[in-house]
């Protein structure tokens, strides 16, 4: 079984106490980054969907567009290889008018925080809350990387000439209950994260 379904089995009635002490206990020790991820994107509020196959990915992503009615919608995309996902659903990214959701890769998964770093790749120029509320990320289990450094590094390693710009993180994925001074300035949006296994 693996570590994704271990944390994330279905049928888990855990109490919230239960689960707080649990995340502070993996939290403490020497966790793998992809343990601190999911448990830090779910603290964040994120909603993590993971796949063993492409063909999981999108009968995933067809749940969420069933359980969100957003078949035949408009959807911003700027990344071609997503875009036959799209055709298949009858998803308008051509000229969206009023965009249900923003469909994208990301540059990597920052597993200290639990948020998601994208670049001018994913998302051109557009600041966090000029994107939709509704957002679908495709990744892979390989992009978790530690911390922001670790991604800065990444995108610098990848990109040796065509450099991107905007790089930025989102890191909440529902509204703060108490609006404090970490969360000023930021954003929330509503994330799936359709995570494909590809060690």
Not at 26 to 51: I, M, P, R
Not at 173 to 181: L, M, R, T, Y
Request: hydrophobic share 35%.
């Amino acid at each position: 079984m693996s570590l994704f379904k271990k944390l994330f089995g279905a049928g888990n009635d855990s109490s919230d106490e239960d689960k707080e002490s649990e995340f502070n206990a993996l939290q403490s020790e020497n966790t793998s980054a992809d343990e601190l991820f999911s448990l830090n994107f779910k603290k964040n509020g994120g909603k993590f969907l993971f796949c063993e196959n492409l063909t999981e990915v999108k009968n995933r992503f067809e749940d969420i567009l069933e359980e969100n009615d957003w078949f035949e919608s408009d959807v911003i995309c700027y990344e071609p290889k997503l875009f036959s996902m799209l055709e298949e659903n009858k998803l308008n990214y051509t000229k969206p008018v009023n965009p249900k959701f923003l469909f994208a890769t990301c540059e990597n998964l920052i597993a200290d925080e639990g948020a998601i770093l994208f670049s001018s790749n994913q998302i051109k120029q557009n600041k966090p809350q000029e994107l939709p509320a509704n957002i679908i990320i495709f990744a892979t289990t390989s992009q978790i990387i530690d911390n922001k450094s670790d991604g800065l590094r990444e995108i610098k390693k990848r990109y040796e000439k065509d450099y991107p710009t905007n790089i930025t993180t989102i890191k909440y994925f529902e509204k703060a209950k108490e609006e404090d001074f970490l969360h000023y300035g930021s954003v929330a949006k509503s994330l799936y994260l359709l995570l494909l296994e590809d060690f």
